[in-house]
Nanobody, 124 residues
């Protein structure tokens, strides 16, 4: 059974940092691209970042470029999202998502498995 189990998140003041983790199991983690997608209150899902199967290529939405860093540790079957310089507009539920193949997905949908979601709240 494929599982994506997320951890991290929480409450932080503007300018603060958080790191999200997503542990994969039930599939060959290093055979698939992965992404982070978020959903702010009252809004649709928004693609945030994607990473290739080997971590060599990374992609970011303009809204987070320069502040967020996606990475993965295939030895630990874990995906990460380091979020720095957080802004109130980053408040959302964040989801990790597994691409259906090696190709990165840079959209809010098109994934075959999702993590359970984790809340990030940036408040002043």
């Amino acid at each position: 059974e494929v599982q994506l189990v997320q951890s991290g998140g929480g409450l932080v003041q503007p300018g603060g940092s958080l790191r999200l983790s997503c542990a994969g199991s039930g599939f060959s983690f290093d055979d698939y691209a992965m992404s982070w997608v978020r959903q702010a209150p009252g809004k649709g899902r928004e693609w945030v970042s994607a990473i290739s199967w080997n971590g060599e290529y990374t992609y970011y939405a303009e809204s987070v470029k320069g502040r967020f860093t996606i990475s993965r540790d295939n030895a630990k079957n874990t995906l990460y999202l380091q979020m720095n310089s957080l802004e109130p507009e980053d408040t959302a539920v964040y989801y990790c998502a597994k691409a259906p193949g090696v190709a990165t997905v840079r959209f809010a949908d098109g994934y075959d498995y999702w993590g359970q979601g984790t809340q990030v709240a940036v408040y002043s």
